[in-house]
């Protein structure tokens, strides 16, 4: 699956997904954060999952309708399992959230708001 990890995602799952066969491209890696806006865009245009610690993308495509090709939202995932959850949740939720569902993980949780 085509994922876009949001730069507040640990560095180290971008490597850890690519190797489960995940195209993965990590914000972290561009040279200035262009702000929330352009990287749900960007994910859109690119038809990538957007995985997130940050609330505001939600927000984003919720009450101001940005489009959107899925978004994941970590809440108290442990960076060395965000990759982990991030996977799970590809793997049993992804036709969801490449209809533009938004999840929602948390330790023994999950939110699935349906588009």
Known sequence: MKILLDSCVWGRARDELAALGHDV???????????????LTCAHSEGRVLVTLDKDFGEL???HGAAHS??????????????V????????????????????????????RLP
């Not at 491209?25 to 990287?39: F, K, L, R």
């Not at 992804?94 to 999840?103: C, H, P, Q």
């Open 61 to 63: 495509a919720i009450l």
């Open 70 to 83: 899925g978004i994941v939202r970590l809440v108290g995932i442990s960076a060395r399992q965000q990759s």
């Open 25 to 39: 491209v990590w914000s972290g890696d561009w040279p200035t954060d262009p702000g929330d806006e352009q990287i």
């Open 85 to 112: 959850v991030c996977h799970q949740v590809l793997s049993a939720h992804g036709s969801e959230l490449l209809a533009g569902a938004i999840v929602t993980a948390e330790a023994g949780r999950l939110r699935i």
